[in-house]
């Protein structure tokens, strides 16, 4: 597909409106509702970061290796990378309060792991759609989430770095990124396996967030 394609017929459109309904499942999880009120211990925040520190250090070590993929690394952004805030929120919430080390991984954690190690490292398809599901999803509803979980525990920019994304602008972003999407030089299967894919992701995140509510219930 390029841009020269009906906008219906456009990856990028294809990706939004055939996962739709995943997507409103994962966000509707509860779990990160309640965060966003505060209504949970920070302690389940920090397990929420601990997890997600686990997935992006799979996930970007996925990106060091496709990197040099004529495909995949144009979908493969420094200012992206959350791994060092992660980590550093995690020190934070662990010197202010002793909370979640991140050597703690859930089982859904761990079988999201897997996943990304089996399709993500060498296959283009399978790191875009990881990768799509992931920082599109960050710079979008996380741009929301993170300012009230910031408010609703007093973190003040350390603790919630993770949210932050300098010098990005998120529109302009994701504008540029289904530009890229649009034009990705995929084959009619590899588009159908990124599609398959992308409601995998959305189910391994489904299944993360589900355990935490479950834990922190």
């Given at each position: 597909?390029?841009?020269?394609?009906?906008?219906?017929q456009?990856?990028?459109?294809?990706?939004?409106?055939?996962?739709?309904?995943?997507?409103?499942?994962?966000?509707?999880?509860?779990?990160?509702?309640?965060?966003?009120?505060?209504?949970?211990?920070?302690?389940?925040?920090?397990?929420?970061?601990?997890?997600?520190?686990?997935?992006?250090?799979?996930?970007?070590?996925?990106?060091?290796?496709?990197?040099?993929?004529?495909?995949?690394?144009?979908?493969v952004?420094?200012?992206?990378?959350?791994?060092?805030?992660?980590?550093?929120?995690?020190?934070?919430?662990?010197?202010?309060?002793?909370?979640?080390?991140?050597?703690?991984?859930?089982?859904a954690?761990?079988?999201?792991?897997?996943?990304?190690r089996?399709?993500?490292?060498?296959?283009?398809?399978g790191?875009?759609?990881?990768?799509?599901?992931?920082?599109?999803?960050?710079?979008?509803?996380?741009?929301?989430?993170?300012?009230?979980?910031?408010?609703?525990?007093?973190?003040?920019?350390?603790?919630?770095?993770?949210?932050?994304?300098?010098?990005?602008?998120?529109?302009?972003?994701r504008?540029?990124?289904?530009?890229?999407?649009?034009?990705?030089?995929?084959?009619?299967?590899?588009?159908?396996?990124?599609?398959?894919?992308?409601?995998?992701?959305?189910?391994?995140?489904?299944?993360?967030?589900?355990?935490?509510?479950?834990?922190?219930?």
């Amino acid at each position: 597909m390029t841009l020269a394609d009906p906008p219906t017929q456009r990856l990028s459109v294809r990706l939004r409106t055939g996962t739709r309904t995943e997507h409103d499942e994962a966000q509707g999880s509860g779990f990160l509702d309640r965060l966003a009120a505060g209504s949970l211990p920070r302690a389940a925040y920090a397990d929420l970061a601990a997890q997600h520190w686990h997935i992006y250090e799979t996930l970007e070590q996925a990106a060091t290796a496709m990197a040099g993929d004529p495909v995949a690394g144009a979908f493969v952004f420094p200012e992206l990378t959350r791994l060092p805030a992660l980590t550093d929120d995690l020190a934070e919430l662990a010197r202010v309060g002793g909370d979640a080390p991140r050597s703690v991984a859930l089982p859904a954690t761990r079988e999201y792991c897997a996943r990304l190690r089996k399709v993500a490292f060498d296959k283009p398809w399978g790191f875009v759609a990881h990768h799509y599901t992931r920082y599109l999803g960050d710079l979008s509803g996380g741009q929301y989430l993170g300012p009230a979980i910031a408010k609703a525990y007093g973190l003040n920019g350390a603790g919630h770095r993770f949210f932050v994304f300098e010098g990005v602008s998120p529109p302009e972003f994701r504008s540029r990124y289904r530009e890229l999407l649009d034009a990705a030089a995929f084959s009619p299967e590899e588009e159908r396996l990124l599609l398959a894919e992308v409601s995998e992701a959305y189910r391994l995140n489904i299944a993360v967030l589900a355990e935490l509510k479950e834990r922190w219930a």
